[in-house]
């Protein structure tokens, strides 16, 4: 039999994880027609099918669930080996695999990898971006040690069944006005319905990827431009060109010439951010926890 690669047995799992060409190609950062060769490849090394194509997807045919299952073990091996190679030059370090979600990993985790590294020099870090859904399918596979992950409305459920979790602070959802914005001088939080007539920038991105849209509560936001980074976003708020929903949690790296207002909606009933690993990670797990805590808190002391 043909070998099979390291780059196709990544595509095979990936596929097998997403149902869809397409899913794994975003996952993996290849396009689509390379992963189908990827494919092609693995099923010639296979001598038989692994996925059955159909209008929804893929799915993974009996031999497809075995080359899946076999990529994942393999890989955390190839994982596992990096590691002890990296100790004969370095000497024995914690490496901690994390993730989160676009706007956790522009401020949130990075303050905590910070913090954690200060306390525990010997760490070294494998970071992740992700949506929260393939973060939970990362953790559980074992690709992932922690990952900080939302859920809420309007936001793709993760299912997180039989894993650890931690809530963690820093969920509030404020607006970015550019400065000298008349809704940065209300005092107090400003009433969702002076929110109603503004034009918001507003995040875009894949279907599963969680966006910050215009305040949530709102039935017809006037939209003026939608932009994929945070620094776009940023950007075009600065120049005056609208609003846009913030995470609290951003906040140290919002610029100055942006305002946060904070909104008074009854009707928002609010998002949730967690901590996750599985119940054999629970060391990794509290150290990284630990960390986001302690960002937390020196953020609400200044």
Request: glycine content about 8%.
């Amino acid at each position: 039999m043909p070998e099979l690669s390291i780059s196709a047995l990544r595509v095979v799992r990936a596929v097998a994880a997403h149902g869809s060409l397409s899913g794994a190609a975003r996952t993996l950062g290849y396009s689509q027609p390379a992963v189908s060769r990827q494919v092609s490849a693995a099923e010639k090394a296979a001598g038989q099918a692994l996925f059955v194509r159909g209008a929804r997807g893929v799915r993974t045919t009996r031999a497809g669930e075995i080359v899946a299952r076999f990529a994942t073990e393999t890989l955390v091996g190839l994982d596992r080996l990096d590691e002890r190679l990296d100790e004969l030059t370095s000497g024995p370090q914690v490496r901690v695999r994390v993730g989160a979600f676009p706007a956790a990993n522009a401020a949130l985790l990075p303050f905590a990898l910070a913090r954690a590294l200060e306390q525990h020099p010997r760490l070294t870090f494998a970071l992740t971006e992700a949506s929260s859904p393939q973060l939970v399918h990362q953790v559980v596979t074992k690709r992932l040690d922690v990952a900080v992950v939302a859920s809420g409305p309007g936001l793709p459920q993760p299912a997180l069944e039989g894993l650890r979790l931690t809530p963690l602070p820093g969920s509030e959802l404020m607006v970015g006005v550019p400065r000298g914005h008349p809704l940065a001088a209300t005092e107090g939080a400003v009433p969702v319905r002076e929110l109603a007539h503004v034009s918001w920038i507003v995040g875009k991105g894949a279907v599963d990827e969680p966006q910050f849209g215009a305040w949530p509560t709102l039935t017809e936001p006037l939209v003026a431009f939608s932009a994929r980074s945070w620094l776009s976003r940023f950007g075009l708020v600065a120049a005056g060109l609208g609003v846009c929903v913030i995470p609290g949690f951003l906040a140290p790296v919002v610029p100055q010439n942006i305002s946060l207002v904070r909104v008074d909606d009854p009707n928002w009933l609010g998002r949730n951010i967690f901590a996750i690993t599985r119940n054999d990670g629970v060391e990794k797990h509290e150290l990284i926890v630990r960390a986001l805590r302690e960002c937390f808190e020196a953020q609400e002391r200044h």
